[in-house]
Nanobody, 113 residues
Framework: EVQLVESGGDLVQPGGSLRLSCAASGFTFISYWMHWVRQAPGKGLEWVSS????????TYADSVKGRFTISRDNAKNTLYLQMNNLKPEDTAMYYCGVYSVGWGKGILVTVSS
């Protein structure tokens, strides 16, 4: 059974940092590009970032470029998203996943003073 479980979401002040984790199981993690997407309240899904199977290639949405860093630990089957200089507009449910395999249930990040 494919499982993707996000963790690390929290309420943080503007300018703060969080690191999201995504624990994966039930598929060959090392074989896939992994992705983060998010959905802000009342809005549609927005792609955030992607990383290739080996971790050497990463891409970011313009809205997070320079502030977020995606990474992975293939030995631990875990995906990460380091988020720095958070802004209120980063408030959203964050989901990790693989387009051809599945997605997690999401974790809430709230950026507010």
């Amino acid at each position: 059974e494919v499982q993707l479980v996000e963790s690390g979401g929290d309420l943080v002040q503007p300018g703060g940092s969080l690191r999201l984790s995504c624990a994966a199981s039930g598929f060959t993690f090392i074989s896939y590009w992994m992705h983060w997407v998010r959905q802000a309240p009342g809005k549609g899904l927005e792609w955030v970032s992607s990383i290739n199977s080996g971790g050497g290639t990463t891409t970011y949405a313009d809205s997070v470029k320079g502030r977020f860093t995606i990474s992975r630990d293939n030995a631990k089957n875990t995906l990460y998203l380091q988020m720095n200089n958070l802004k209120p507009e980063d408030t959203a449910m964050y989901y990790c996943g693989v387009y051809s395999v599945g997605w997690g249930k999401g974790i809430l990040v709230t950026v507010s003073s």
